[in-house]
């Protein structure tokens, strides 16, 4: 059974930085994608980040592009989202998902996801 955990939400000033954790368990790592979705009150969940843990490519939604990087550390089964210059509209409950066989494109449709983190830009 995969297993993730998010961690490292909090309280920001716009134009600040955070960096959000997904620690996981119960997949081959080095060879799965992983990716970021969001949240906002009263809106549809969005993909932010993808990455192929085996060729480290990676995909952002245009929103962030520029502003966020998403990493790997295959050594502690986790992934990293390093989020510069957030935004008031960046704010929301941001969840990692995961899974060995479904490509970045196709991974909203995944079984595995965390309880996600709170991410609040004051303005």
């Known amino acids: 059974e995969v297993h993730l955990v998010e961690s490292g939400g909090g309280l920001v000033q716009a134009g600040g930085s955070l960096r959000l954790s997904c620690a996981a368990s119960?997949?081959?790592?080095?060879?799965?994608?992983i990716g970021w979705f969001r949240q906002a009150p009263g809106k549809q969940r969005e993909g932010v980040s993808c990455?192929?843990?085996?060729?480290?490519?990676?995909l952002y939604a245009d929103s962030v592009k520029g502003r966020f990087t998403i990493s790997t550390d295959n050594a502690k089964n986790t992934v990293y989202l390093q989020m510069n210059s957030l935004k008031p509209e960046d704010t929301a409950v941001y969840y990692c998902a995961a899974d060995p066989l479904l490509e970045c494109g196709l991974l909203a449709s995944t079984n595995s996801w965390g309880q996600g983190t709170q991410v609040t830009v004051s303005s």
């Open positions: 119960g997949l081959p790592f080095d060879d799965a994608f």
């Open positions: 990455i192929s843990s085996s060729d480290r490519s990676t």
